[in-house]
């Protein structure tokens, strides 16, 4: 079924100009992916290369159409939808809310709408639109937090604080727009760890995540992580201190949440529900095992990251 599907998606609509490679989170690998944007209106964070050298651009509401049109005899009327693309939200209202009526023409009982979007992207738009958008069927979205400590947020150019951070997750609380964050491990180089870990931990507490999705810190080429590095101005954080930063996040976590550490970038993975306290209790322990029985020499083998070179 994929294959009859990218051969009925490969042709005739203007998404052919697209040429970045079309990614999504793990959590959406059953639902239908339609080309929404490409590049990165931001495009400026220290350790992402996913969007450099791809200009920002979006489908038209007949592009959609046809690719949505193009999807539905694979589909059911009650797939969930994702739209790829690094933050389709930086998009203004009016094209967001013309997308959902498209979408819902192919597929009326859309069971789930969602997209990346970047903290910038939801604080220009308003608390009404914000809500109408919820109303129309837009229910979740996959944002960029990555970390809760101030200093680490300006070291890698994120272009936004935490406080921004509580401000605008609060604003989707209120608005009915449910939200996964990402949270990258290591993300303050050699020695931060800790204080990240506690920093983004009571970050989270503050706000009402459906669900936390780490990835560990890797030094990817051609980013401006990768300068910082070969200058010596960024020490990364080795394999043990990324799972020490990851025990102190979840042993102060306390907001009632889901925790999904399976991707493969993860020094360790671990699923939980985080008011489980037995659950916690379990992975906590397998945490201090491992950090306890194996040195940091095995912990680099097992994760291999030094052979990663891209998402």
Same mark, same amino acid.
């Given at each position: 079924?994929?294959?009859?599907?990218?051969?009925?998606?490969?042709?005739?609509?203007?998404?052919?100009?697209?040429?970045?490679?079309?990614?999504?989170?793990?959590?959406?690998?059953?639902?239908?992916?339609?080309?929404?944007?490409?590049?990165?209106?931001?495009?400026?964070? /220290? +350790?992402?290369?996913? $969007? *450099?050298?791809?200009?920002?651009?979006?489908?038209? #509401?007949?592009? =959609?159409?046809?690719?949505? @049109?193009?999807?539905?005899?694979?589909?059911?009327?009650?797939?969930?939808?994702?739209?790829?693309?690094?933050?389709?939200?930086?998009?203004?209202?009016?094209?967001?809310?013309?997308?959902?009526?498209?979408?819902?023409? /192919? +597929?009326?009982?859309? $069971? *789930?709408?969602?997209?990346?979007?970047?903290?910038? #992207?939801?604080? =220009?738009?308003?608390?009404? @639109?914000?809500?109408?958008?919820?109303?129309?069927?837009?229910?979740?979205?996959?944002?960029?937090?990555?970390?809760?400590?101030?200093?680490?947020?300006?070291?890698?150019?994120?272009?936004?604080?935490?406080?921004?951070?509580?401000?605008?997750?609060?604003?989707?609380?209120?608005?009915?727009?449910?939200?996964?964050?990402?949270?990258?491990?290591?993300?303050?180089?050699?020695?931060?760890?800790?204080?990240?870990?506690?920093?983004?931990?009571?970050?989270?507490?503050?706000?009402?995540?459906?669900?936390?999705?780490?990835?560990?810190?890797?030094?990817?080429?051609?980013?401006?992580?990768?300068?910082?590095?070969?200058?010596?101005?960024?020490?990364?954080?080795?394999?043990?201190?990324?799972?020490?930063?990851?025990?102190?996040?979840?042993?102060?976590?306390?907001?009632?949440?889901?925790?999904?550490?399976?991707?493969?970038?993860?020094?360790?993975?671990?699923?939980?529900?985080?008011?489980?306290?037995?659950?916690?209790?379990?992975?906590?322990?397998?945490?201090?095992?491992?950090?306890?029985?194996?040195?940091?020499?095995?912990?680099?083998?097992?994760?291999?990251?030094?052979?990663?070179?891209?998402?």
């Amino acid at each position: 079924m994929e294959h009859e599907l990218l051969a009925c998606l490969g042709g005739g609509t203007g998404v052919t100009q697209f040429t970045e490679p079309q990614m999504r989170p793990p959590q959406e690998a059953h639902s239908l992916l339609l080309r929404a944007t490409q590049g990165c209106t931001y495009n400026k964070c /220290s +350790f992402c290369y996913v $969007s *450099r050298g791809y200009p920002f651009m979006a489908v038209t #509401d007949t592009e =959609l159409s046809l690719e949505a @049109e193009r999807a539905r005899p694979f589909f059911s009327p009650d797939t969930p939808i994702y739209l790829t693309g690094s933050n389709p939200l930086a998009l203004p209202f009016a094209r967001l809310a013309s997308w959902i009526a498209v979408l819902r023409t /192919s +597929f009326p009982r859309f $069971s *789930r709408l969602s997209m990346q979007a970047r903290i910038g #992207d939801i604080a =220009l738009k308003s608390d009404g @639109e914000l809500s109408m958008l919820a109303r129309l069927g837009l229910n979740h979205l996959y944002i960029g937090t990555e970390n809760g400590n101030n200093m680490v947020l300006s070291l890698m150019n994120k272009g936004h604080t935490a406080e921004d951070i509580v401000r605008e997750l609060t604003r989707l609380d209120g608005a009915g727009i449910t939200y996964t964050n990402f949270y990258i491990l290591g993300m303050g180089g050699k020695g931060r760890g800790i204080e990240s870990g506690l920093a983004t931990a009571r970050m989270f507490n503050r706000v009402h995540p459906k669900r936390i999705t780490t990835t560990g810190l890797t030094i990817f080429p051609d980013t401006p992580l990768q300068d910082m590095v070969l200058e010596g101005s960024f020490t990364e954080a080795n394999e043990r201190e990324k799972i020490e930063e990851l025990r102190a996040f979840l042993s102060e976590l306390d907001v009632d949440t889901f925790y999904d550490g399976i991707h493969y970038l993860n020094p360790l993975n671990f699923r939980l529900r985080v008011r489980d306290g037995e659950a916690r209790k379990e992975v906590l322990r397998e945490i201090d095992e491992i950090l306890s029985t194996m040195c940091d020499e095995e912990l680099e083998l097992m994760v291999g990251r030094r052979h990663m070179h891209s998402l």
